[in-house]
Nanobody
Framework: QVQLVESGGGLVQAGGSLRLSCVAS????????MGWYRQAPGKQRELVADMTNDGSTVYAASVRGRFTISRDNAKKTVYLQMNSLKPEDTAVYYC?????????????WGRGTQVTVSS
């Protein structure tokens, strides 16, 4: 099992930036990818971006060009740099990680961090 702890959320004005961090611990040798999901009120949780161990990335169309995912394997940390934030980016952001086979349905989740973008 992998434990994940997110940080870096907060309140920001539209057009601003935030950087989220997620630190992994536990059975990290089983991790094939790490990523970020988000869930807005009344909506389903959706993939924002993820990155495999070999650096392959996937981004949601709504964030491509504004958000960047990166990893520091030595620090067991994945980051999400969010620029040009919009009110519709408001959500709870969750970190996820698992073996590559589970990329579409990760089993390990953090508790989430709130991101609120004011207009």
């Amino acid at each position: 099992q992998v434990q994940l702890v997110e940080s870096g959320g907060g309140l920001v004005q539209a057009g601003g930036s935030l950087r989220l961090s997620c630190v992994a611990s536990g059975n990290i040798f089983s991790v094939g990818f790490m990523g970020w999901y988000r869930q807005a009120p009344g909506k389903q949780r959706e993939l924002v971006a993820d990155m495999t161990n070999d650096g392959s990335t996937v981004y949601a169309a709504s964030v491509r060009g504004r958000f960047t995912i990166s990893r520091d394997n030595a620090k067991k940390t994945v980051y999400l740099q969010m620029n040009s934030l919009k009110p519709e980016d408001t959500a709870v952001y969750y970190c996820a990680a698992d073996g590559y086979f589970w990329r579409n349905a990760p089993r390990n989740w953090g508790r989430g961090t709130q991101v609120t973008v004011s207009s």
